[in-house]
């Protein structure tokens, strides 16, 4: 089911996704070669529960940890575990945080120390195919143009665009309709409301578009091997524009 927020949900949107960005800034100053990707899942999971929240991740679905920690090759949902974080590796955080009933969710790609002028690139135009999809977003425009934005910038780089998985709306629930492709047709899809909540999470990789599902029923690697980049935002549409907010 697809929601259109109040404007008192949106106050709490807009407490959840602080909450997000705060953390993400705290891991982002803090995280170090070294470091377990579970260190980085223990700075999460105190961080939101001083700020009295939730970490959503936890327990959803029967995730085990509060935060994605996705290196190099994978792309996404990396279970936290005794991984060390090496130098010129780049490190995904995907978290989600909820307090008072809504849900806010964000990821950022972190680059330890020098990274190879291959990997840099690819974080650079992962973060820039989320700015290419809110260029003009505002209520009225088509779903997919999205997705035709966050792909026409990443194929121009000679990237693959994740197609398995995709971002989301969001609200009460970590996943809520609509979802929200990195690929598809320019003037395609629903349009979207004033108060609608998504997230757009472009999920790039140097090499194929294609990924690999594993075992433990969460980890999504490239199939290649090669790495993959990962950012995303909750934003909330407006009659004349978007409202980053976890930003
Ligand atoms: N935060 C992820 C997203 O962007 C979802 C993670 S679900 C988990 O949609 F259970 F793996 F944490
Ligand atoms: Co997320
Ligand atoms: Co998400």
């Given at each position: 089911?697809?929601?259109?927020?109040?404007?008192?949900?949106?106050?709490?949107?807009?407490?959840?996704?602080?909450?997000?960005?705060?953390?993400?800034?705290?891991?982002?100053?803090?995280?170090?070669?070294?470091?377990?990707?579970?260190?980085?899942?223990?700075?999460?999971?105190?961080?939101?529960?001083?700020?009295?929240?939730?970490?959503?991740?936890?327990?959803?679905?029967?995730?085990?940890?509060?935060?994605?920690?996705?290196?190099?090759?994978?792309?996404?949902?990396?279970?936290?575990?005794?991984?060390i974080i090496e130098e010129g590796d780049i490190v995904s955080v995907d978290i989600t945080a909820e307090k008072n009933g809504y849900n806010g969710d964000a990821a950022r790609t972190f680059m330890i120390g020098n990274v190879s002028d291959e990997k840099r690139q690819l974080v650079k135009v992962t973060e820039e195919c989320?700015?290419?999809?809110?260029?003009?977003?505002?209520?009225?425009?088509?779903?997919?143009?999205?997705?035709?934005?966050?792909?026409?910038?990443?194929?121009?780089?000679?990237?693959?665009?994740?197609?398995?998985?995709?971002?989301?709306?969001?609200?009460?629930?970590?996943?809520?309709?609509?979802?929200?492709?990195?690929?598809?047709?320019?003037?395609?899809?629903?349009?979207?409301?004033?108060?609608?909540?998504?997230?757009?999470?472009?999920?790039?990789?140097?090499?194929?578009?294609?990924?690999?599902?594993?075992?433990?029923?969460?980890?999504?690697?490239?199939?290649?091997?090669?790495?993959?980049?990962?950012?995303?935002?909750?934003?909330?549409?407006?009659?004349?524009?978007?409202?980053?907010?976890?930003?």
């Open positions: 089911m697809i929601t259109v927020k109040t404007d008192k949900e949106i106050a709490l949107m807009r407490e959840s996704c602080r909450i997000v960005r705060e953390t993400l800034e705290f891991v982002g100053s803090n995280i170090r070669a070294g470091m377990t990707t579970k260190d980085v899942d223990d700075m999460v999971n105190r961080y939101i529960l001083s700020c009295g929240a939730y970490p959503s991740s936890l327990g959803y679905c029967g995730y085990p940890a509060s935060s994605c920690v996705s290196v190099n090759e994978v792309v996404v949902h990396g279970i936290p575990s005794e991984r989320f700015f290419k999809a809110i260029e003009g977003l505002k209520a009225g425009t088509p779903l997919y143009d999205i997705g035709y934005a966050v792909q026409t910038h990443a194929e121009s780089h000679g990237y693959g665009v994740v197609r398995a998985l995709v971002g989301h709306g969001i609200g009460r629930e970590m996943h809520e309709d609509p979802s929200v492709p990195n690929y598809g047709r320019r003037g395609t899809g629903m349009r979207l409301k004033a108060g609608m909540t998504i997230c757009i999470e472009p999920m790039i990789n140097a090499g194929t578009h294609k990924v690999v599902f594993h075992k433990d029923g969460w980890t999504v690697t490239t199939m290649d091997g090669k790495p993959s980049a990962h950012y995303e935002n909750t934003v909330l549409i407006t009659e004349d524009g978007v409202e980053i907010l976890t930003l």
